[in-house]
């Protein structure tokens, strides 16, 4: 199974609340061409899942106008800044044993992205990731996640 981990594109600084900061212009921008490489190495996702956080829906907005095929889109709260690591990593070893060919997209925040993508590849360290970064995983039947990319 290939797990996409990304982080949202860039956010305006300000919003009454932090789950309200939209993308800038500039987020905008890198979420369409986050999108065009996401269809060009996996062109049909079975699951999408994304923070409920206004930049995480608006990335994958902007992300969803460059896929060619989408299967289920959830919104999750496990994919808010502060998720919990435990619930999602049991989620994706669930959806690996009901079928290990799929194809997952998560478009979520620091610092959950850099644990979670630690927590899969089984790594000492954290990956550091910048807006609109996305870590490429293929989870296997031992449990350990192999880091295929990062862009």
Same mark, same amino acid.
């Given at each position: 199974?290939?797990?996409?981990?990304?982080?949202?594109?860039?956010?305006?600084?300000?919003?009454?609340?932090?789950?309200?900061?939209?993308?800038?212009?500039?987020?905008?921008?890198?979420?369409?061409?986050?999108?065009?490489?996401?269809?060009?190495?996996?062109?049909?996702?079975?699951?999408?899942?994304?923070?409920?956080?206004?930049?995480?829906?608006?990335?994958?907005?902007?992300?969803?106008?460059?896929?060619?095929?989408?299967?289920?889109?959830?919104?999750?709260?496990?994919?808010?800044?502060?998720?919990? =690591?435990?619930?999602? *990593? @049991?989620?994706?070893?669930? +959806?690996?044993?009901?079928?290990?060919?799929?194809?997952? &997209? $998560?478009?979520?925040?620091?610092?959950?992205?850099?644990?979670?993508?630690?927590?899969?590849?089984?790594?000492?360290?954290? =990956?550091?990731?910048? *807006? @609109?970064?996305?870590?490429? +995983?293929?989870?296997?039947?031992?449990?350990?996640?192999? &880091? $295929?990319?990062?862009?």
């Amino acid at each position: 199974m290939e797990v996409f981990i990304m982080r949202h594109g860039e956010a305006e600084f300000m919003a009454a609340q932090d789950s309200q900061r939209a993308l800038s212009k500039h987020g905008i921008e890198q979420s369409k061409l986050a999108g065009e490489k996401l269809n060009r190495c996996c062109p049909h996702f079975d699951i999408v899942a994304h923070s409920p956080y206004l930049r995480a829906t608006q990335t994958w907005q902007h992300v969803n106008t460059k896929c060619n095929s989408v299967g289920k889109v959830y919104v999750l709260d496990e994919l808010t800044p502060s998720g919990d =690591i435990e619930n999602l *990593t @049991a989620w994706l070893e669930e +959806l690996y044993i009901e079928d290990s060919q799929r194809s997952i &997209l $998560l478009v979520s925040h620091l610092p959950l992205v850099s644990y979670l993508s630690q927590a899969l590849a089984k790594q000492d360290q954290a =990956i550091a990731f910048h *807006t @609109a970064n996305i870590a490429r +995983l293929r989870m296997t039947n031992t449990g350990v996640a192999q &880091l $295929l990319q990062f862009t």
